[in-house]
């Protein structure tokens, strides 16, 4: 079953998610219906308020064939170097793309599926990646690290899309 993308402006992608502490069957259930909904949207990562879901969690996969979905629950970012700018979309912002400075190399902590705990070290496109969605459970779109101009720019070219396909 996949899920309903919320886009922007709705509210949902504006809220601070809360930590979750219930690792349950209901849990798993989200998360596969999320990497499911990820890949049906043809993206590489989503975050559970991208599908209305007030949750500290988001998947990716970064893969080329799309078979390794990855979960993140309750992520922080340890540690984190450099910085590299990148094009990103976003699939609450359809059509849409913007190039975004990031950290080029980070630690993150975060729990499994199961509650377990894990702390990676990636560079590349997994650590733009999980910034892009750690952004998410913050309420933080990526038009919010353009400059005023170019948000209004990328909103104009937004509106137009949303028109097209409504
Ligand atoms: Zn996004």
Redesign the pocket.
Same mark, same amino acid.
């Given at each position: 079953m996949t899920l309903k993308i919320y886009h922007y402006p709705h509210k949902v992608l504006r809220e601070v998610t809360p930590v979750i502490t219930v690792f349950d069957d209901k849990l798993e259930t989200t998360t596969k219906q999320m990497i499911e909904t990820m890949y049906a949207g043809d @993206?590489c @990562?989503?975050?559970a308020p991208?599908v209305g879901l007030s949750l500290r969690l988001f998947v990716m996969d970064i893969s080329k064939e799309a078979n390794q979905p990855q979960c993140f629950i309750n992520p922080e970012i340890l540690e984190s170097e450099g910085a590299i700018a990148r094009e990103?979309?976003?699939?609450?912002?359809p059509g849409v793309y913007a190039k975004i400075e990031r950290a080029a190399k980070i630690t993150v902590r975060y729990q499994d599926v199961k509650g377990q705990s894990h702390t990676i070290s990636v560079d590349g496109i997994a650590a733009h990646c999980i910034q892009?969605?750690l952004?998410?459970l913050n309420g933080v779109?990526?038009i919010d690290r353009l400059s005023k101009l170019k948000r209004a720019l990328l909103l104009k070219k937004l509106e137009k899309v949303q028109k097209a396909t409504s």
């Open positions: @993206g @990562g989503l975050a991208q990103e979309g976003c699939l609450s912002l892009h969605e952004d998410h779109l990526n």
